[in-house]
């Protein structure tokens, strides 16, 4: 099925579809330490939120301090770099979104950044009883049940 103009444009149905599903998302694991995400394109800016739901999901602290009050964009650009720093460090690799893009609004980018948290922290390999059944290994990821979300962070 060729790609048409409609589903490239900024204002592509599925685009407003997955923003409100990761924003809902998101606002799922923010809620426990009192953030709420309303738009996800801008919200991330200052990087302050992305660092709350990192801390969240990975029950860590960041490795390094950031700017609690990012005034200028200088220390939004550091925040993002802090909470995207924190990410590779954890293994969890990103392809061509660096601060700039999310500090900027960057949608595409930022959507690409929230389906790889949900992969990470949401999604995970079923595990099978014949580990040596290469087909089973490249089944589809299932959805990975909490009981309640991670909302205590390490000190």
């Not at 490239?8 to 923010?30: M, Y």
């Not at 930022?110 to 995970?124: A, D, F, K």
């Amino acid at each position: 099925m060729p790609v048409t103009e409609k589903d490239l444009a900024e204002d592509a149905p599925w685009k407003k579809i997955q923003q409100n599903t990761f924003t809902r998302w998101c606002n799922e694991h923010l809620k426990c330490v009192n953030k709420r995400i309303g738009n996800l394109q801008t919200d991330l800016s200052d990087g302050l939120r992305l660092i709350a739901l990192l801390e969240v999901l990975s029950q860590k602290r960041m490795y390094r301090k950031y700017h609690q009050r990012p005034t200028f964009r200088q220390m939004q650009l550091e925040n993002v770099s802090v909470a995207l720093e924190f990410l590779d460090r954890e293994n969890i690799k990103l392809v061509s979104i660096d601060s700039k893009a999310i500090v900027d609004g960057n949608l595409k980018l930022i959507l690409g950044l929230v389906w790889t948290l949900i992969l990470h922290y949401s999604i995970s390999m079923p595990v099978w009883e014949d580990e040596g059944d290469d087909d089973a290994k490249k089944q589809t990821p299932i959805y990975k049940e909490h009981d309640s979300p991670l909302c205590n962070p390490e000190e």
